[in-house]
């Protein structure tokens, strides 16, 4: 699979602060590529790092092969790009800036615009000081699409963004995505990454802890694991250690975390008197959480 996008042991610091550290990742053509990691993680930075809006101390990017310093303006050409915070001319009306964004680029689809105008309910007449947190973030969303670009990198796209906006742009991102466009998304809302990225990157404190297919990361072999008894002590020394981690007890109710094929856990309880049991495999929000707050 051709490589859109490849971070190669790129490290960024402000100052005595290391934002960015030694991390490397690869985006291929076709991936719906999710970033996640809590405020402060790097995942901005990276992205500017990327994008050439601020330079890495270390190591090296390319997107579509080219140098991401030195080819930046012809980078520039084929990516769209929506920031977490959008600013833009407070005495701009909105249609005067989309008209002001045709103009940068010799491919625009003016049906393609008229669709995403209606699309995302944009209201062009008003001017752009007027616009709530939401509509700007629209109207940062219809610009980066506007050119059919072949990399969209998309910096936390949903917030501000009501829960049926939001329905509609990640069903038209699915849509550009079919129609050849990669995409790189961050994003807090882990739903969002569980449902719609192929791949995921997980960034704390600068590094890049977990790496791969999204699918891979949650199913293997690790369930969630509840059990109500009153042999809970007989049962938890039962468990074998390697297998459980974070394991709790709460009145009579044992919960961990199990990373073994379900068959073994199932002969070993059988020996015990089980009220309750719940078995459930990990979302992408009790991965996070676990890799977030071990030290």
Known sequence: MKKVLEITNISKSYGNTLAVDNISLTVEEGDFFGFI???GAGKSTTINCVLNF????????????????KDSVEIKKHIGFVPGEVFYYDNMKVIDLLYYTQSFHGNIDKELLNKYIKLFNIPLEKEIGELSSGNKKKVAIVQSLLHKPKLL?????????????????FKELEEVRKQGTTIFMSSHIL???????????????GKIIKCGNINDIINRHTRIIKITSNE??????????KDVEDVTIEDNTLSFIYRNKINQLLKDLTKHNIKDLTIRTPDLDDLFITSYMEE
């Open 37 to 39: 990691g809590p405020n």
């Open 191 to 205: 739903s969002e990454v569980q449902h719609h990225c192929n791949k995921v990157a997980f960034i704390k404190s």
């Open 54 to 69: 601020i330079f890495q101390d270390e190591g090296h990017i390319k997107v579509f092969g080219l140098d991401n310093i």
């Open 153 to 169: 990198i998309l910096d936390e796209p949903s917030s501000g963004l009501d829960p049926l906006m939001q329905a509609v742009l």
């Open 232 to 241: 809970i002590d007989s049962i938890k020394k039962t468990l074998r250690i």
